[in-house]
Structure formats: structure tokens, C-alpha cells
T-cell receptor
Framework: ETGVTQTPRHLVMGMTNKKSLKCEQH?????MYWYKQSAKKPLELMFV???????ENNSVPSRFSPECPNSSHLFLHLHTLQPEDSALYLC??????????????FGEGSRLTVL | AQRVTQPEKLLSVFKGAPVELKCNYS??????LFWYVQYSRQRLQLLLR??SRESIKGFTADLNKGETSFHLKKPFAQEEDSAMYYC???????????FGSGTRLLVRP
């Protein structure tokens, strides 16, 4: 499969659950991103990884824990979330993070609902 | 702080009418600016970037540093242009793509 693939597409979890979102890209890119899209809010950058190293943590609460085992895979581990964390979580990749051309390739998103 | 503002949540026009989607930014340096588009049931994708000075699908956008604006324009809207449009900026020497809240364009037949 080509492009950026996110799983699961939909996730419902309780506040005490632990779950993970997965992102995989088959574009040969070296940078990967997590964005949060809430209703009526701009897309919020959460994390950036460049060559597997985290280069940006945009003041994200510790209940969100990213993991990038290699340049093709990115995870977002979720633990003791709050209802206000319900949102669409978008993964994206780009050739590299530095000197970015601005072209990010997005996945379809994982719709998270926290009960 | 860097910010991108899209004042219109919804813009509705008739087919063949001109379209202008507004985008203003706040940043003191030299940003790079972009327009992204999301068609129904499709992924968010890059439409155009100011540095390329390109016209994509009939859309153009001019960076006006004096007014800190990067409005997206098309002289004659088509129904297939209906989508969500997001303006975005990268602060210089950065890799953070900062998005506006988006404008839904609806082109009526």
C-alpha cells in the first residue's frame, strides 16, 4: 500500500484505558508528524520526528506519548485521556523536516472518542 | 506568536463567479505560505505554495507582506472546487507547518 496509512480509523476508549494509534508511510520520507484536529479549531501540531528523533513537542500533555521506531512508523500511545481529547488525529510525513518544502502527505486520520 | 487567520468559516458562490478565500498571518519574519485543500472524503493535500508562484487548478495566491495576507483567488469557480481550504505557514528556518482554521467553499450550480 502506498501513501500514509493510519489505524485504527475509529477508536472509542474510556478514560482509564491504554490504547495506541499507528501510522505507517511507504513514501520513503524521513519526517513524520502528529496533528490534532478538534471541532472548530485549527489543526494543532503535536509532535515532529525527523530521522527517528523527536524534534518538536508542542507542549502536549504527557498522557500522549509518541514513539517512532523507524522512519516509516509512528505511534501515539494514549493513557488516561480526558473527554476533551476526543478529536481526529492526523499523521503526516514529508521528505525531511528541515528546510521543509511545506508539502506534507497526510493520512486519513484516526477518529478518537474518549468516554 | 505565529498565527494564521481565516476569517470566513463558509464561503458560498455560484458556479462561474470569482472566488477569494482570505488568509492573514501574524509573523515578524519571512514565512513560507501554503494553501492546502481537502475535498469530500479525501485527504488533506497541498494545493499551492507561494514560493512557486504557480497556478494550480486555476487558483493563485499572492503574498502581500504589507498586509500580511495570502488570499487564494480563482476568477471562475467550478462545482468541483467545493472543499475545505486551509492556509498554512512555516516560520523561517523552521519545519512547523501552522494551519488556519479553514474555510469551507461551496460552489453552487
Amino acid at each position: 500500500e502506498t501513501g500514509v496509512t493510519q489505524t485504527p480509523r475509529h477508536l472509542v476508549m474510556g478514560m482509564t484505558n491504554k490504547k495506541s494509534l499507528k501510522c505507517e508511510q511507504h513514501l520513503g520520507h524521513n519526517a513524520m508528524y502528529w496533528y490534532k484536529q478538534s471541532a472548530k479549531k485549527p489543526l494543532e501540531l503535536m509532535f515532529v520526528y525527523n530521522f527517528k528523533e523527536q524534534t518538536e513537542n508542542n507542549s502536549v500533555p504527557s498522557r500522549f506519548s509518541p514513539e517512532c521506531p523507524n522512519s516509516s512508523h509512528l505511534f501515539l500511545h494514549l493513557h488516561t485521556l480526558q473527554p476533551e481529547d476526543s478529536a481526529l488525529y492526523l499523521c503526516a510525513s514529508s521528505q525531511e523536516a528541515a528546510a521543509n518544502t511545506g508539502e506534507l502527505f497526510f493520512g486519513e486520520g484516526s477518529r478518537l472518542t474518549v468516554l | 506568536a505565529q498565527r494564521v487567520t481565516q476569517p470566513e468559516k463558509l464561503l458560498s458562490v455560484f458556479k462561474g463567479a470569482p472566488v477569494e478565500l482570505k488568509c492573514n498571518y501574524s509573523y515578524s519574519g519571512s514565512p513560507e505560505l501554503f494553501w492546502y485543500v481537502q475535498y469530500s472524503r479525501q485527504r488533506l493535500q497541498l494545493l499551492l505554495r507561494h514560493i512557486s508562484r504557480e497556478s494550480i487548478k486555476g487558483f493563485t495566491a499572492d503574498l502581500n507582506k504589507g498586509e500580511t495576507s495570502f488570499h487564494l483567488k480563482k476568477p471562475f469557480a467550478q462545482e468541483e472546487d467545493s472543499a475545505m481550504y486551509y492556509c498554512a505557514l512555516i516560520p523561517d528556518s523552521s519545519y512547523k507547518l501552522i494551519f488556519g482554521s479553514g474555510t469551507r467553499l461551496l460552489v453552487r450550480p
